[in-house]
């Protein structure tokens, strides 16, 4: 990633939700965006699969309520930081058995922005006293999306 792209990061996380965050930490963030995203897609695949379908629409990614106010908050906030366009560029579609409908896709930057505001609350959650988490503190918070999505 471009420096211009890591300090737009740093930003973003220190607005968030003050996080300080590092290099070693934009590696992890990136695994987790892929990850989840991949996670959202194959929800979404399933969807339209079952509903007979050969292309995957917006409204077959399971978006719950609270990861929509997290998109929500994600646009408010980036309007003055401006992530969204590196997003564009780092949110990776992986390889699925079905097509993704263009607005789907179109759609992937800004889902990822508002994964990337409800991680940045749940550190805060769940270590309120940590400025920069570490490697512990990612894989608990991991766990807790992994649970979830």
């Not at 695949?45 to 050969?54: E, I, N, S, Y």
């Not at 789907?104 to 990337?116: H, V, Y």
Request: glycine share 6%; net charge negative; charged share 30%.
């Amino acid at each position: 990633m471009a420096v211009i792209g890591i300090s737009r990061f740093e930003r973003f996380f220190r607005a968030a939700a003050g996080l300080d965050v590092d290099k070693n930490d934009l590696r992890r963030y990136h695994e987790f965006l892929d990850a989840k995203l991949y996670d959202l897609l194959l929800i979404g695949q399933a969807t339209a699969k079952a509903d007979g379908r050969d292309v995957i629409e917006p409204f077959d990614l399971p978006i719950t309520k609270g990861l929509q106010e997290s998109i929500h908050r994600f646009r408010r906030l980036d309007a003055e930081i401006e992530v969204e366009p590196i997003l564009e560029l780092t949110a990776r579609r992986p390889p699925l058995d079905l097509a993704v409908r263009d607005v789907t896709d179109e759609r992937l930057p800004e889902i990822a922005g508002g994964l990337s505001y409800a991680l940045s609350q749940a550190f805060r959650i769940m270590f309120p006293d940590r400025r920069n988490p570490q490697t512990t503190q990612w894989q608990g918070v991991q766990r807790i999306f992994d649970l979830l999505l």
